[in-house]
């Protein structure tokens, strides 16, 4: 495996583990967690994609689809992060 790969499958599965920590803080936040709520949301977005990354099947990141799903994230807790994955989408 390339130095590459193992780099992307590294990031991939901290964002697949970081899902399964935050998971406590889906729904609507309390108030002050809404930082842990919007990683959680973030992380439960992408936690497909990444699987995907860590599982070789790289038919299955659509790259729109995900950076729609971070935009829904962006949208739902009023954060502005979503453009800087727009130079992702070569489509």
């Known amino acids: ?8 499958k590294l990031l991939a599965q901290a964002i697949h583990e970081i899902r399964g920590l935050l998971s406590c803080h889906l729904g609507a936040p309390n108030e ?10 973030l992380a439960y ?3 497909n994609e990444a699987l995907a990354i860590i599982e ?3 038919q299955d990141f659509d790259v ?3 950076i729609k799903k971070i935009k829904l994230v962006e949208d739902k ?6 453009g800087r994955f727009d130079s992702f989408n070569k489509e």
């Open 77 to 82: 807790y009023g954060n502005r992060f979503g």
């Open 64 to 66: 729109s689809a995900a």
């Open 45 to 47: 977005a992408l936690h």
């Open 1 to 8: 495996m390339e130095n590459h790969d193992v780099k992307l």
């Open 56 to 58: 070789n099947r790289p």
């Open 32 to 41: 002050g967690d809404v930082s842990e709520a919007t990683s959680a949301h």
